[in-house]
């Protein structure tokens, strides 16, 4: 039945079921990204043994993980136990244990892709604030905004890296271009920030991570299409 759904070197990420301290300080939920390595027979499944900064994260044995599974059919999820951490062929990899049966997900928006792409921001005033809460249009401003880069994009929200610091809960302004239907399109959309916070090491540089809000339904699934169709690119060139 496995096997009908996924299939070795379909994408996955593993979200933990227990809070830890993450590395801006706060607590919550640690995301890794990994790959279906094998299926076997008894109904376990090998996946690849996920890294950060190249550099193998041994999961615990036992641990316990909410899977979401990027197929060619869809996306699905399931919650796994780590049964077991094996070697073969010079390849790292943690054998998993079904604890719930694989069920379909909708939630295409939640994925994150990893990507380089070029931005410009500035934080949004509350007039135009309100006038977004009351669903008006509003006009693009002549006002200056500042550069910054996108490090990883998905239908709800991005992470990006400038040289400012934005305070949490404030509303901003993006904008940036991507290709949709191989056509590039600019984007201009609004975002309440989550995190801004020093980059170790980086000086004067801040990860900022935003949620968009009072985002269309269409443009949500222009930034979806776009994040499928360059993970889909990246699968076929052999990337990621």
Known sequence: MIEKL???GDKLELKSTVSVVLPDGTEGVKTYKSSVYDIL???RIELL???EQQKL???PV?????VCFFSSGGMYRANVR???RQKINNTYIVVVE???NLHKFQRREYYRFNCVIDMEVRVLNEQEVDALSKGLIYPESEVMMARGVIVDISGGGLRFVSRERHEPDSILLLRFT?????????????AKVIYSGAIEKREAEYENRVKFEFISSATREEIIKYIFNAERKNRKNGRG
């Open 6 to 8: 996924i299939s070795p």
């Open 49 to 51: 043994m996920p890294m």
């Open 82 to 84: 780590i049964a077991d």
């Open 98 to 100: 079904m604890l719930t």
């Open 41 to 43: 027979d008894d109904g």
């Open 62 to 66: 036992n641990g316990e993980y909410d």
């Open 178 to 190: 991507l290709p949709v239907q191989e056509v590039e399109k600019q984007f201009l959309v609004a």
């Open 57 to 59: 994260i041994l999961l």
